[in-house]
């Protein structure tokens, strides 16, 4: 919970650190702040993007893991791909 309503900086920090630990909402003290934290989180444009690149990439690797900008893909990668896409999903539709 943020109790800091005006500050939309601490907020967006709090929002994010929440999906770093796996969360996939955020508590509100105020109306003021529940559209931001719709906004703050949605994935960027260039999350989207990885996650598509490596959708894409383990769709053509035969269950292998592969590399995506000099990184391991695997599972546990292409689950958070699928995770990310799905929270883009879900902004677009709100």
Request: glycine share 8%; aromatic share 4%; proline share 4%.
């Amino acid at each position: 919970m943020t109790v800091a309503i005006g500050d939309d900086d601490k907020l967006r920090e709090d929002t994010r650190r929440a999906l770093r630990f796996g969360f996939g909402g955020k508590l509100c003290i105020h109306p003021r702040q529940v559209p931001l934290i719709h906004e703050f989180l949605s994935p960027t444009a260039e999350e989207v993007d990885w996650a598509r690149r490596v959708i894409a990439a383990d769709a053509t690797s035969g269950g292998a893991a592969v590399q995506i900008d000099g990184r391991m893909v695997d599972l546990p990668v292409v689950l958070q791909a699928r995770r990310t896409l799905a929270r883009a999903r879900g902004s677009q539709a709100s």
